[in-house]
């Protein structure tokens, strides 16, 4: 703070020595006046402008002091106190602007949530006009064309249960329900969504489930698999697709193994990034980069750990760990 003040200040020091040399120089040219006297004025009110500065280091730096320490989530107004009336000038606009940034903000939340609210109600609404697709696609006698119109249909549906979950996962904390979910009945009923896209690309499952019952929430568990399902059938161009459950250690893991595309190295770190689309396959213009991203951060609030190992052309194992004496099993004894 001394170094601040000083630099503050350097123009009224260097406004003091050149007054001080001039009067030196004066006494210098001019014979009539004792060299020796201007040199002991000199020294004297160099020692009193010292002493002056000291005084107002002391008045003036504490209201600088205390706004740099001051916390963010403060108000100004009641913390720092202002004795000078520059001090009062500052304190006065950045109290005002403080202000208006918390009513913009205010006023962007609100906004946000509105827009919020009403995607949520157009995903509903274009849920049912969807649904009704869905039973007239089921009711064609053109086997061709069935399978064509149900793999749009499934790219629309994945694509607006995304959405949806996106706007939902902020208050996910907000709609979980904990229960025994029996993810053999779960699975299947993903894979039975799949079926149309797995047909057409000649993809089967293999699932051999040995921990069958999890305590977690099962639309979000739901989403989940789906998002690491629907991964592994998007990057895989034949054979089948493992499906595993096995306790390890206390933990009950389920492992999703496909022998697609696979992940590079220098991928593996960045997958459950944001927006984070493949370098390898950057060409691809149908990744959004977001199905992993909301997995991850869905996994994470059900306290669900993701592995991967994955290897390019050999294919990608994605691990969830479920851990049995996990923080919800207190609550679901209660």
């Known amino acids: ?53 000291f005084l107002r280091y002391q008045k003036e730096t504490p209201f600088y002091k205390e706004l740099k320490d001051l916390d963010p989530s403060m108000d100004l107004s009641e913390i720092v106190q202002a004795n000078q009336p520059f001090e009062e000038l500052s304190l006065t606009a950045l109290t005002n602007h403080a202000l208006h940034q918390k009513r913009q903000q205010a006023h962007n939340l609100n906004e946000l949530e509105l827009e919020k609210e009403e995607m949520l109600a157009w995903i509903h609404e274009v849920k049912t006009p969807l649904t009704a697709m869905k039973l007239m696609i089921d009711r064609l006698e053109d086997t061709k064309m069935k399978k064509q119109l149900t793999y749009e249909w499934l790219r629309i549906h994945l694509l607006l249960d995304q959405q949806l979950h996106q706007r939902r996962i902020s208050s996910m904390e907000n709609d979980l329900y904990m229960e025994k979910v029996d993810m053999e009945s779960l699975i299947f009923g993903e894979i039975k969504t799949l079926q149309s896209w797995c047909i057409q690309k000649g993809i089967g499952f293999d699932v051999e489930l040995t921990e069958k019952v999890i305590l977690s929430d099962s639309k979000w568990l739901s989403f989940i698999i789906r998002q690491l399902l629907s991964n592994a059938v998007k990057y895989s161009d034949s054979g089948d697709i493992e499906v595993k459950s096995f306790l390890v250690d206390d933990a009950i893991k389920l492992s999703i193994k496909d ?37 991850k951060r869905a996994a994470d609030a059900l306290n669900i750990t993701i592995e991967v190992e994955s290897a390019p052309s050999k294919g990608s194992t994605f691990t969830l760990t479920f851990s049995k004496n996990n923080r919800f099993v207190d609550v679901w004894s209660m």
């Open 1 to 53: 703070m001394i170094k601040l003040f000083i630099k503050e200040r350097r123009s009224w020091l260097a406004f003091y020595v050149a007054m001080q040399l001039l009067l030196l120089f004066i006494a210098y040219l001019d014979t009539s006046i004792r060299l020796t006297s201007v040199t002991y004025f000199t020294f004297l009110s160099t020692i009193a402008f010292v002493g002056f500065l």
């Open 259 to 295: 022998d697609g595309q696979g992940i590079s190295n220098r991928d593996l770190p960045r997958i459950f990034d944001k927006g984070f689309t493949s370098t390898t396959n950057h060409y691809n213009q149908s990744a959004s980069g977001m199905g992993l991203f909301l997995a």
